[in-house]
């Protein structure tokens, strides 16, 4: 896993990064606001399509006794497990190629070989990369200083109440830091955009709701992770590996809080990105 630390400069307003031992996700920058602008170059030409939102329900256990497991994760465990109406394979083949559109590659942990690039499709920005685990924003039963030596209180974007963002609970997944390296609102992208996270046959839809380091990519939260079937201890757990993160440029799940809105978005987004010429 990679290593993170982060000091706040509270004056300028911006996290300086420094080398730490602690053998973790990627720690992230101070919050920005989820009302801020998508930005420049483009939004999406996908026609939107967007039921009621519905607010998130009530958190899971996350300890149950021995052997006692629900429906969701046994399924997920089986692989039979998916969100939406969007294949795995579907979304896979359209993201075979890349055309990089960022000005360099990004590392996945610390020490690692820049080797990722930042991609460009019709509609959408997309990368390949490994899972580390973001368990920062509200202190919860599963994400907690106990529990991750480097959690962080804020997260980059907040619900529309004010408060963070929930790691436990919400499916969210994480941007690197804006850069000359590549500019995340540049290309339609903040808080809130809708993206499908693709790993081993499964899809998964979530929000973007934090930034880390400009120079590591491949992070989502604890319950991003979960759904997935990827270990979502922010100490030891984690993917390796092939995990590919799509972003609908222009999108937005509204409020960012509900992981429903993002579902419904998401599935109409990339059933229109798998259909397209």
């Given at each position: 896993?990679?290593?993170?630390?982060?000091?706040?400069?509270?004056?300028?307003?911006?996290?300086?990064?420094?080398?730490?031992?602690?053998?973790?996700?990627?720690?992230?920058?101070?919050?920005?606001?989820?009302?801020?602008?998508?930005?420049?170059?483009?939004?999406?030409?996908?026609?939107?399509?967007l039921?009621?939102?519905?607010?998130?329900?009530?958190?899971?256990?996350?300890?149950?006794?021995?052997?006692?497991?629900?429906?969701?994760?046994?399924?997920?465990?089986?692989?039979?497990?998916?969100?939406?109406?969007?294949?795995?394979?579907?979304?896979?083949?359209?993201?075979?190629?890349?055309?990089?559109?960022?000005?360099?590659?990004?590392?996945?942990?610390?020490?690692?070989?820049?080797?990722?690039?930042?991609?460009?499709?019709?509609?959408?920005?997309?990368?390949?990369?490994?899972?580390?685990?973001?368990?920062?924003?509200?202190?919860?039963?599963?994400?907690?200083?106990?529990?991750?030596?480097l959690?962080?209180?804020?997260?980059?974007?907040?619900?529309?109440?004010g408060?963070?963002?929930?790691?436990?609970?919400?499916?969210?997944?994480?941007?690197?830091?804006?850069?000359?390296?590549?500019?995340?609102?540049?290309?339609?992208?903040?808080?809130?955009?809708?993206?499908?996270?693709?790993?081993?046959?499964?899809?998964?839809?979530?929000?973007?709701?934090?930034?880390?380091?400009?120079?590591?990519?491949?992070?989502?939260?604890?319950?991003?992770?979960?759904?997935?079937?990827?270990?979502p201890?922010?100490?030891?757990?984690?993917?390796?590996?092939?995990?590919?993160y799509?972003?609908?440029?222009?999108?937005?799940?509204s409020?960012?809080?509900?992981?429903?809105?993002?579902?419904?978005?998401?599935?109409?987004?990339?059933?229109?990105?798998?259909?397209?010429?």
């Open positions: 896993m990679r290593n993170r630390t982060a000091v706040l400069v509270a004056a300028a307003g911006v996290a300086l990064l420094a080398p730490a031992s602690y053998p973790a996700a990627a720690q992230q920058h101070p919050p920005e606001t989820a009302a801020a602008a998508p930005g420049g170059a483009g939004g999406s030409p996908v026609a939107e399509a039921g009621p939102a519905e607010a998130v329900g009530p958190a899971e256990a996350v300890r149950r006794p021995a052997g006692v497991r629900s429906a969701r994760e046994g399924a997920a465990r089986r692989g039979s497990a998916r969100e939406g109406s969007v294949r795995a394979a579907d979304l896979l083949a359209r993201t075979r190629s890349c055309a990089q559109i960022s000005r360099g590659k990004y590392r996945t942990d610390d020490g690692a070989p820049a080797d990722v690039p930042v991609c460009g499709a019709r509609g959408v920005v997309f990368w390949k990369a490994d899972m580390d685990i973001d368990c920062d924003g509200q202190p919860t039963k599963a994400c907690n200083r106990r529990t991750d030596p959690f962080f209180h804020a997260t980059a974007f907040q619900q529309s109440d408060r963070q963002l929930n790691a436990e609970r919400l499916p969210y997944v994480v941007v690197p830091g804006a850069s000359r390296r590549w500019n995340h609102a540049r290309h339609g992208i903040t808080g809130g955009t809708v993206a499908a996270v693709v790993h081993r046959g499964r899809v998964q839809y979530a929000v973007v709701g934090d930034t880390g380091p400009e120079e590591l990519i491949g992070e989502a939260s604890y319950a991003t992770a979960r759904a997935l079937g990827i270990r201890d922010p100490r030891t757990g984690g993917a390796p590996a092939d995990v590919t799509i972003f609908f440029k222009g999108s937005k799940a409020p960012i809080e509900s992981h429903r809105a993002a579902v419904d978005r998401g599935d109409a987004l990339a059933r229109a990105f798998v259909r397209r010429d």
